[in-house]
């Protein structure tokens, strides 16, 4: 397998396999100066204010304040005809549009999250994350050879930029200066976790909790612990995020499972009945059909019926030289037409980090305001 994502070659069987009842569910997922000076600045002048997701050959009325998917601006029409907008672009007509600020309205729960993958080439130091990342997957922990079963190990990002160095201090300034929450993910492609009995569930929570006074703590759990060839052992994992949640108050439980998969289906909405999850985000890549947008949308309708659109996050991987894969356009449009029919949904993640910064960070940058 490509070591491009979490998702193994079971995952990609089970979808082909989707007619026969196969269960499965994958798991996960240099800034510029300017990007980050130009948010501090719409941080301190935006006011709250509402929205539209500027869309082609729409026409708008006098003082609608849209948001331009294609560069994450904001623009205000100041002035109008009989026609109102006369359906123009407001990047090109300038006598009707303005470049304007908007802060848009937050629920303070939304979520957008980026998988930090650390055996990326290159991985920057935590607290260089594009700001407008809310969350951070740390991913992954995983089981620890010649340990007993739960037992994890976290292998160290690459240490080009210092992230190793200062994962500790960094970690802690994102989450008590920055604001942002961090995940441990755990799991991953190949690294499927199976929690056969209660001693195996009570050395994993041990163990997470080793790494969390090792770090000096963090937000929450992220369960990658399932596949194609490990169904989720639902009254175990019930138990680990309850007990977290109990020895950590706050702490967030959340998952990313197949689309498809009833079986993932029914965990989500056990797990949250039980008060031991927050949110799930399915995976919408790396598999046939997963980055079309029509199959998004209907498929997210059986996510926010059976969870509510606050416990639901979509999934996104951007990465146009890869087959079932979204560009960042098809994702910007396709994200703003489910925000428009599910208001209330939680936010989106982005399969992988070290992806977005090689293309010049466009997901942080036009999911942003999508998200606020």
Same mark, same amino acid.
């Not at 998917?69 to 100041?78: C, D, E, F, I, S």
């Not at 006074?213 to 596949?227: K, P, S, V």
């Given at each position: 397998?490509?070591?491009?994502?979490?998702?193994?070659?079971?995952?990609?069987?089970?979808?082909?396999?989707?007619?026969?009842?196969?269960?499965?569910?994958?798991?996960?997922?240099?800034?510029?100066?300017?990007?980050?000076?130009?948010?501090?600045?719409?941080?301190?002048?935006?006011?709250?204010?509402?929205?539209?997701?500027?869309?082609?050959?729409?026409?708008?009325?006098?003082?609608?304040?849209?948001?331009?998917?294609?560069?994450?601006?904001?623009?205000?029409?100041?002035?109008?005809?009989?026609?109102?907008?006369?359906?123009?672009?407001?990047?090109?007509?300038?006598?009707?549009?303005?470049?304007?600020?908007?802060?848009?309205?937050?629920?303070?729960?939304?979520?957008?999250?980026?998988?930090?993958?650390?055996?990326?080439?290159?991985?920057?130091?935590?607290?260089?994350?594009?700001?407008?990342?809310?969350?951070?997957?740390?991913?992954?922990?995983?089981?620890?050879?010649?340990?007993? %079963? !739960?037992? /994890?190990?976290?292998?160290? $990002?690459?240490?080009?930029? #210092?992230?190793?160095? =200062?994962?500790? @201090?960094? +970690? *802690?300034?994102?989450?008590?200066?920055?604001?942002?929450?961090?995940?441990?993910?755990?799991?991953?492609?190949?690294?499927?976790?199976?929690?056969?009995?209660?001693?195996?569930?009570?050395?994993?929570?041990?163990?997470?909790?080793?790494?969390?006074?090792?770090?000096?703590?963090?937000?929450?759990?992220?369960?990658?612990?399932?596949?194609?060839?490990?169904?989720?052992?639902?009254?175990?994992?019930?138990?680990?995020?309850?007990?977290?949640?109990?020895?950590?108050?706050?702490?967030?439980?959340?998952?990313?499972?197949?689309?498809?998969?009833?079986?993932?289906?029914?965990?989500?909405?056990?797990?949250?009945? %039980? !008060?031991? /999850?927050?949110?799930?985000? $399915?995976?919408?890549?790396? #598999?046939?059909?997963? =980055?079309?947008? @029509?199959? +998004? *949308?209907?498929?997210?309708?059986?996510?926010?019926?059976?969870?509510?659109?606050?416990?639901?996050?979509?999934?996104?991987?951007?990465?146009?030289?890869?087959?079932?894969?979204?560009?960042?356009?098809?994702?910007?449009?396709?994200?703003?037409?489910?925000?428009?029919?599910?208001?209330?949904?939680?936010?989106?993640?982005?399969?992988?980090?070290?992806?977005?910064?090689?293309?010049?960070?466009?997901?942080?940058?036009?999911?942003?305001?999508?998200?606020?």
């Amino acid at each position: 397998m490509m070591e491009i994502k979490m998702r193994s070659l079971p995952h990609l069987v089970s979808a082909l396999l989707l007619s026969a009842g196969v269960a499965a569910c994958s798991s996960q997922p240099p800034l510029a100066s300017g990007v980050a000076l130009q948010r501090a600045a719409l941080s301190a002048q935006a006011a709250a204010c509402t929205f539209q997701t500027w869309q082609a050959n729409t026409t708008y009325t006098l003082g609608t304040t849209v948001l331009y998917p294609a560069n994450g601006r904001y623009y205000k029409l100041v002035n109008a005809t009989a026609g109102g907008s006369d359906k123009t672009d407001p990047t090109i007509s300038t006598w009707y549009w303005q470049p304007t600020t908007c802060s848009g309205p937050s629920s303070g729960n939304k979520v957008l999250g980026t998988y930090y993958a650390t055996f990326a080439p290159s991985a920057p130091r935590l607290r260089e994350i594009h700001p407008n990342y809310t969350l951070i997957y740390l991913f992954a922990a995983t089981n620890a050879p010649g340990q007993p %079963a !739960g037992t /994890l190990k976290f292998d160290p $990002p690459p240490n080009g930029s #210092g992230a190793w160095t =200062n994962w500790t @201090a960094d +970690l *802690q300034y994102v989450r008590s200066t920055q604001k942002r929450k961090v995940l441990l993910s755990v799991g991953g492609a190949g690294n499927a976790i199976r929690f056969t009995t209660r001693a195996v569930s009570t050395t994993f929570v041990n163990s997470v909790d080793k790494l969390y006074q090792a770090w000096g703590g963090f937000d929450g759990l992220d369960f990658n612990t399932f596949e194609g060839d490990a169904a989720p052992n639902t009254s175990e994992m019930i138990w680990i995020g309850q007990e977290l949640k109990r020895r950590h108050p706050g702490f967030l439980i959340t998952a990313p499972p197949a689309p498809w998969n009833t079986a993932d289906q029914q965990f989500c909405k056990a797990m949250l009945t %039980a !008060g031991a /999850l927050d949110y799930c985000a $399915p995976q919408y890549y790396d #598999g046939p059909q997963l =980055n079309d947008p @029509a199959y +998004l *949308q209907s498929n997210l309708q059986t996510w926010v019926n059976l969870l509510g659109a606050d416990h639901v996050v979509v999934g996104f991987g951007v990465n146009p030289g890869l087959a079932n894969y979204w560009t960042i356009g098809s994702a910007v449009n396709t994200f703003s037409q489910a925000n428009s029919r599910f208001p209330g949904l939680r936010g989106a993640f982005d399969w992988r980090l070290d992806w977005d910064v090689q293309q010049g960070s466009p997901f942080a940058q036009q999911f942003g305001p999508l998200t606020r």
